[in-house]
């Protein structure tokens, strides 16, 4: 069996899941959050923040807010959460036997569902483009003073945000994809994912213990953050690193595994 019919077996799957509908609906609500959030407020008869940063380029603040919304939280939770949905397909069904006796190597098996996982990451990075698109063109008629029109979008600079912010997520999909695999429960990956990104922020915005560029759970959104401009690159090779060597290690795990 080619890996593109191995692919299409495990993107086919995915129709009978949840796992879409979660991604458009996860994808919508920080666009939806920055709509209700950016408003012509004004303090003390003075224009707001918001007016004065977006008279100087409307839709670039608008997506460099929304960028840090979503690179922030929104990124990996996701990412926990469908690193979870994604094994339980079969777990639920219990299909693991059938597929593995399948013919097609663990190989195969193993990185298509990588693939069709990063798919998912993709396809809501792209979503949420989309949305804040429609977020601020409703916005633009919400909120008159704010010029959408008078600046356009730096398009290269936003489409750079988003890929770095893909690319600092890959070890924590990497290290998700593995535990979503490895334990049957999903309790445990989604738990797991959940308390190290949370005690990931606080390590990095409020008492740090260790040094946050190590800990690749919280990467994307510490690259967004401007102290840390200097270590980005280093960060972004780090999450590649991580992607890796968690990928290989996984597969062996995946390989040797007594599946019940």
């Known amino acids: 069996m080619s890996l593109a019919v191995t692919l299409r077996s495990e993107f086919t799957k995915t129709k009978r899941s949840p796992i879409w509908i979660l991604t458009f609906v996860a994808a919508i609500i920080a666009p939806a959050l920055l709509l209700l959030a950016i408003s012509e407020t004004h303090d003390g008869g003075k224009p707001s923040d918001d007016i004065v940063k977006m008279a100087k380029g409307a839709w670039d603040y608008y997506y460099y807010q929304a960028a840090g919304i979503i690179s922030f939280v929104f990124l990996p939770m996701f990412v926990i959460l469908t690193s979870t949905l994604l ?18 190597s663990y190989g195969k098996l193993y990185f298509s569902k990588f693939i069709i996982f990063q798919l998912i990451i993709i396809v809501f990075i792209c979503a949420s483009i989309a949305f804040i698109a429609l977020s601020g063109v409703i916005s633009s008629f919400l909120n008159p003073k704010f010029h959408f029109y008078a600046h356009p979008l730096n398009w290269e600079k936003m489409l750079l945000y988003f890929a770095k912010a893909y690319v600092a997520i890959l ?50 959104g510490f690259i967004f953050m401007d102290q840390n401009v200097a270590k980005v690159p280093g960060v972004l090779w780090s999450s590649v690193a991580y992607l890796v060597g968690v990928l290989v290690i996984g597969f062996f795990d995946f390989r040797y595994k007594k599946w019940d």
């Open 87 to 104: 094994p339980q397909i079969e777990y639920r069904n219990h299909t693991w036997k059938q597929v593995l006796a399948s013919p097609q």
């Open 171 to 220: 070890g924590l999909s990497a290290i998700q994809f593995w535990m979503g695999l490895r334990f049957k429960s999903f309790l445990i990956p989604m738990g797991a994912g959940v308390m190290l990104f949370i005690l990931g922020m606080i390590n990095m915005l409020g008492y740090p213990v260790i040094d946050a560029a190590k800990f690749p759970i919280n990467y994307s």
